[in-house]
């Protein structure tokens, strides 16, 4: 039975529960993360959107710089520099994005993430907003229906995940040619660093994903039996316990890498050279 009283619709307890009405009895800014969460995902997710389908100042020729938002970068649209394997597909119109092949597997392998799913579950749904707090839904059902069920399908966009992460390591390591054709010489600029910086963390975001921990140790009933899998598992673990660090890190370093390469791409600023 149900009854209703100041702070709305009243459920009794499950047997052996505690008998509290309030909808939390914590007395600190529980409100403060889920709020953080929000906004941080939120800004990735406007700016991500904006700066895909802007479809310029993504390539700077002079320094190979490509940003990751536009790897690999496969239409005809492309500048042809920046096709690092090749212009395989027709021009695209304005509305399709110039890394239409990987952007989706991307945004599916972020969405699925165990550590975002809490983030915006909590955030965005309520569900529950916090530790200790009531969530205001009547009902849960969990991942078991459509369209969370789909949750499931995380460890397949991680090997796809993966694979992109080499190709963004693959376009780091162009970026250390300094000029055009014949006359292109080994250089080094801020831009490199910046490129470097962004592949460690999405190499440590990507590493320290529970999939990729699943992938090294999973299904072994005798560690004894796989000591490379075990060293592996081992070590994939540590990287796991800092998995939500490095989820936001890889987010700031995204945002950071397109940023600094768009502002030089379009002249707004130049590279600082430190060689060639």
Known sequence: MTTTHDSG????PAPGRPDIRQRTLRQDRWWLPPL?????????VVYATIRSFWGS??????????SPFYSPCL???CIQDASHFGQILPQFPPWIPLAIISLPFLLAFRVTCYYYRKSYYRAFWASPPACAVAEPHGRYTGETRFPLIL???HRYFFYIAFVITIIN???MVIAFQSGTGDAATFGLGLGNIVLLVNVVALWLYTLSCHSCRHVTGG???HFSRAPARYWMWTQLSKLNARHMLYAWISIGTLIATDLYIALVASGTISDLRILN
């Open 9 to 12: 619709t009243y459920r009794p």
């Open 36 to 44: 953080a969460n929000a906004l941080g995902l939120a800004t990735f």
């Open 57 to 66: 100042a993504y390539y700077v020729e002079q320094y190979h710089y490509l």
């Open 75 to 77: 239409s005809a649209s």
């Open 151 to 153: 949750q499931n399908a």
């Open 169 to 171: 390591t693959y376009d």
């Open 219 to 221: 299904r072994l009933k």
